[in-house]
């Protein structure tokens, strides 16, 4: 198709030689050395015409035919309105976005916009006005009760969730210093006024595994301001535990900015009350998930490895970003620390878990006092569970190894051993203690949880077909 173009007004008597232009000479010549023509119409007798001037930046309207001629789309705005009807308008922005056309070529040309112009005016009606079609708004109203209940408790504790990104300290090639290096981020909560904040273990696992000292840099935490902006600092190192996935650090804030969070309870939770978990799921700061608990003293295998005992399950929607956080009662008060979820595509199945705060009250405080969890055992190492399956040991933790110098070896604790034949003899079994049953060695460090180190207790052992009763002074356990 071509494009005819009238450039001056000629007299009526005048012939006119149209000229074709194709469609990217239209396009990218640009419509402004379009300005006028004059179209010749017959009246009723076919001696009158007139004359039509044609203003400049105007895209035609109709389509046509000449005997001689190529078809031709004739440039004029008075007869843009005029000539057409809906069925033209359809050929010429059919013509328009063909295929064929570039589409940029349309983006930028002011023939299109102004084309289009015309075609929204066309379709519109004047008659309608604004207010006719702006549908009633509704007010919004109060909420419900329970709506604005959960609003509450968000609102109460969302400036004592904070986000954290791991930090790993690296030297750079031809770079005097270090540079820091963003290593993933997750939650934490604020502990107390002193600027302690705690997360998982896994969070900041990066920095933790090239064992950084006590009071070095290992995260950046972004803490919110009343305002609604978010202030970053450097968390420095406190202590960890990697047995039981918790991490304190410190960072050097205002007092204003720190909220702590009220700690609650675990031990008397019931299945089917309320939950509430807040972190940074995706990097999405300060995001609210509604849930309820569903399942107590879970067995959570964490990412650092490690099986830890008493979890918190809920169906509240935690993703990777959530760890760290606190999950709440109905009263606002912490109950757990998200830290781990069941998928099998990375993202929330509602079947989420967190360490419970009985766990959590234990730890953190040894943590900040002295850096570590000197935590109470028997010093002896426990069979994992698929190594006892293949022994045959169905109930019970099994000793692999017993340290030479430990209080274990000195009270006669057998480990397993192979004889002379290359069979293995295995060594003694814990099944109780303090007549508290041991499953497996998951059991065993449950039970050993509830006490401290020169705790006296009585190991209830299998050792072949004997059952054995052996009095014992816990110790530090060493890793």
Aim: aromatic share 6%; proline share 5%.
């Amino acid at each position: 198709m071509q494009v005819l173009a009238c450039t001056s007004s000629l007299p009526h008597n005048a012939a006119v030689t149209p000229r074709p232009f194709g469609r990217r000479e239209v396009f990218f010549d640009g419509i402004s050395s379009f300005c006028s023509r004059t179209s010749s119409r017959s009246n009723s007798t076919g001696n009158a015409s007139s004359s039509t001037s044609c203003s400049s930046q105007l895209v035609s309207d109709g389509v046509r035919r000449d005997s001689n001629l190529h078809p031709t789309v004739v440039v004029c705005e008075s007869d843009i309105l005029f000539e057409l009807s809906i069925f033209k308008l359809y050929k010429v922005v059919h013509f328009l976005t063909s295929p064929s056309i570039p589409y940029r070529m349309l983006v930028h040309s002011s023939m299109a916009v102004i084309f289009f112009g015309y075609l929204a005016l066309a379709l519109g009606d004047p008659s309608v006005t604004i207010e006719d079609v702006t549908p009633r708004i509704a007010p919004s109203g109060r909420l419900f009760p329970s709506e604005e209940r959960t609003a509450e408790l968000f609102e109460e504790n969302t400036y004592s969730v904070v986000n954290i990104f791991d930090v790993t300290l690296r030297p750079q090639l031809n770079v005097t210093g270090v540079v820091e290096i963003p290593e993933g981020n997750g939650s934490g909560v604020v502990w107390d006024g002193e600027g302690h904040i705690v997360t998982n273990y896994h969070v900041v696992g990066n920095a933790l595994l090239r064992n950084p000292s006590p009071g070095q840099v290992v995260a950046r935490v972004n803490i919110l301001a009343s305002e609604g902006v978010q202030k970053n600092f450097e968390g420095r190192l406190v202590g960890a535990d990697r047995t039981k996935d918790i991490a304190v650090l410190k960072v050097e804030a205002p007092s204003d900015l720190l909220r702590p969070i009220k700690v609650g309870q675990s031990y008397a939770l019931r299945v089917g009350q309320q939950c509430l978990a807040i972190g940074n799921p995706f990097g999405f700061d300060h995001t609210l998930t509604v849930g309820v608990i569903s399942g107590l003293n879970r067995e959570i295998l964490s990412q650092t490895g490690v099986t830890i005992g008493g979890g918190v399950q809920t169906d509240a929607a935690i993703n990777p970003g959530n760890s760290g956080g606190p999950l709440l009662d109905s009263k606002g008060n912490m109950i757990g620390i998200n830290t781990a979820i069941f998928t099998q595509t990375g993202t929330s199945a509602g079947v989420g878990f967190a360490i419970p705060s009985s766990t959590v009250l234990k730890i953190v405080p040894k943590l900040i006092q002295f850096g570590k969890v000197a935590r109470a055992g028997l010093n002896v190492e426990i069979a994992p569970d698929l190594v006892a399956n293949q022994l045959n040991v169905r109930n019970g933790a099994l000793i692999l190894q017993v340290l030479g110098n430990s209080l274990a070896a000195k009270v006669g604790l057998h480990p397993t051993t192979r004889g002379f034949a290359g069979n293995i003899i295995l060594g003694d079994i814990i099944i109780a203690v303090d007549e508290k049953p041991v499953k497996n060695k998951a059991g065993l460090s449950r039970v050993l949880d509830e006490y401290s180190v020169g705790d006296k207790v009585l190991l209830k052992i299998q050792r072949g077909s004997e059952y054995l009763e052996l009095p014992l002074v816990l110790e530090e356990e060493t890793t």
